[in-house]
């Protein structure tokens, strides 16, 4: 999910040369609760999966949820790992 985008309910995360001081550890922070938000949802579908009465809606909402969480795992991840120049 782009970060113009309007549906981004999330904190924005600066860039160190943005804030003016090193954010690696304010986005280490984040990049674990999202994580750890991830596998929250991973169990939540799977119970709902298994339910006799799954709500196919809810499921299919979880799962963007998820998606989107994904896409905010992996720009943290990108932000935090160092441009190599070879």
């Given at each position: 999910?782009l970060w113009g985008d309007e549906r981004f309910t999330g904190p924005r995360?600066?860039?160190?040369?943005e804030s003016g001081e090193s954010a690696q550890p304010d986005l280490e922070?984040?990049?674990?609760?999202?994580?750890?938000?991830?596998?929250?949802?991973?169990?939540?579908?799977?119970?709902?999966?298994?339910?006799?009465?799954?709500?196919?809606?809810?499921?299919?909402?979880?799962?963007?949820?998820?998606?989107?969480?994904?896409?905010?795992?992996?720009?943290?991840?990108?932000?935090?790992?160092?441009?190599?120049?070879?």
């Open positions: 999910m995360v600066t860039m160190a040369a922070v984040e990049l674990a609760r999202l994580r750890e938000e991830h596998r929250d949802l991973d169990s939540a579908i799977e119970a709902l999966e298994h339910s006799v009465a799954g709500d196919q809606l809810q499921i299919q909402r979880l799962k963007k949820r998820k998606l989107t969480l994904r896409d905010r795992i992996f720009h943290i991840e990108d932000m935090i790992t160092p441009d190599i120049i070879a």
